[in-house]
């Protein structure tokens, strides 16, 4: 069993940043995959950023060179380190972990964080 925990988010405004933070339980984590996700009122959830075990990383187009997926492996914690936040920004953001990467792209990891509100203002 895997369990994660968001926090991070809050309220910013536009062209500021934050960081989130997804801890993790379980000696698994440096194994697995691990993503976030987020999800804006009305919208579907999509797929943010990637991490694998060995550190190979994707990320959606709309937050390439803003946003940065980073883990620390010792202290079993993802981050998202998220810059030049923009309204559209405005989210759900959630953290997700599988042993297995397909899950994951496609949004169906086994285990979800409960998530946590990231608001951006003009």
């Known amino acids: 069993q895997v369990q994660l925990v968001e926090s991070g988010g809050g309220s910013v405004q ?5 960081t ?25 959830r999509e797929r943010v950023a990637i991490i694998s075990g060995d550190g190979s990383i994707t990320y959606r187009d709309s937050v390439k060179d803003r946003f940065t997926i980073s883990k620390d492996n010792a ?3 993802l981050y ?31 285990y979800w964080g409960q998530g ?4 951006v203002t003009v």
């Open 80 to 110: 998202l380190q998220m810059n030049s936040l923009k309204p559209e920004d405005t989210a759900m953001y959630y953290c997700a972990a599988d042993p297995g990467f397909t899950r994951l792209w496609f949004g169906r990891p086994n």
């Open 14 to 18: 536009a062209g500021g940043s934050l």
């Open 20 to 44: 989130l933070s997804c801890a993790a339980s379980g000696d698994t984590f440096s194994s697995y995959y691990m993503g976030w996700f987020r999800q804006a009122p009305g919208k579907g």
């Open 116 to 119: 946590t509100q990231v608001t």
């Open 75 to 77: 202290k079993n914690t």
